[in-house]
């Protein structure tokens, strides 16, 4: 039979985990994690890990098994990804993947595109300009040097914008001028299926959730990892918000609620890079199991 990876994606809340647990079960398989904010031993409950339970039903992959303090790439992820995919293909004839961080999902799907080695003090420099001047700063020299990039990435996030500027300051061309859009070949078939509903669906699990992780802990959590809040993994949602509060900044129910906003935004452009591609199957989140089943089995 021909190998299959099942990469299950969508909106942040809408279910993925839930869906991944009953697929593995149903084919008797384990579940690769492509959610980059769930890679962190310090992060729990601000990322939504799985609960024990939920761990313990089905053998996960890349759930905490890494620091905040360490350095790994998509390049990283995209490499120990794939070795995993081909062990657990010499047992199951099916793997599952699971996560809505786009890129991470793309790298093992489609592969990474190639970008040319620059000069590491360039991000060095670039690092220490966002501490120093903030995030704005640099989003106004992407949009100056590379306006397609500027527009297609996620600008809010800091690690994206530094990466894309030091490509265009080390290389001298535009960031975008090396998205080639060349997959790469896998000795396996991909079949990405869709979790989704109407935007007000989504906003309310999206509030709810957000609700449910300040009663679970999360300010108790953040509060301890104030002290690294320097570190690229904590320049999150969830997080930075929360250390505006310790800091006198905002009150507390005010950076809540751009908790709520943030992820909704998060969403939203979750949505916009997932709709771009046509090989999707999407189901609406109440979809029976038993037909998205069907669906698969017949992928084979």
């Known amino acids: 039979m021909t190998k299959i990876l099942i990469s299950i994606v969508g909106p942040t809340a809408i279910g993925k985990t839930a869906l991944s647990i009953k697929l593995a079960q149903h084919f008797n398989t384990e579940i690769i994690s492509a959610d980059s904010r769930q ?7 601000g990322t939504a890990v799985p609960s024990t339970e939920e761990l313990n039903t089905t053998k996960h992959h890349f759930i905490q098994h890494i620091s905040i303090k360490d350095n790994y790439s998509v390049g990283d992820f995209e490499r120990d990804a794939i070795s995993k995919i081909e ?20 790298a093992v799907t489609k592969g990474l595109d190639h970008f040319p080695d620059v000069d590491k003090h360039i991000r060095t420099e670039l690092n220490k300009r966002l501490i120093n001047e903030g995030i704005e700063t640099l989003q106004k020299q992407l949009k100056s040097l590379d306006f397609k990039a500027y527009q297609s990435i996620a600008i809010d996030n800091p690690q994206r914008i530094i990466r894309a500027l030091e490509v265009c300051i080390g290389s001298g061309q535009p960031y975008s001028s090396f998205l080639t859009k060349t997959e790469k070949t896998r000795p396996f078939k991909v079949v990405t299926i869709g979790l989704s509903a109407v935007r007000s669906i989504i906003y309310d699990r999206i509030n709810q959730r957000v609700d449910i992780m ?21 320049n999150t949602v969830g997080y930075k918000e929360l250390f505006n509060y310790f800091e006198g900044e905002w009150t507390l129910d005010f950076a809540i609620s751009e908790i709520k906003k943030n992820t909704r935004r998060f969403a939203k452009r979750q949505l916009t890079w997932f709709k771009k591609d046509e090989t999707i199957q999407w189901f609406d989140y109440t979809t029976d199991i038993n037909n998205i089943i069907n669906y698969l089995e017949k992928q084979s």
């Not at 300040?214 to 509060?223: C, R, T």
């Open 39 to 45: 890679f962190f031993k310090e992060m729990t409950v």
């Open 87 to 106: 062990s657990i293909h010499k047992n199951n004839d099916i793997a599952i993947m699971v996560g809505g961080s786009g890129l991470y999902v793309k």
């Open 214 to 234: 300040v009663n679970e802990g999360l300010i108790e959590e953040a509060k301890e990892l104030l002290p690294n809040k320097h570190l690229n993994a904590l």
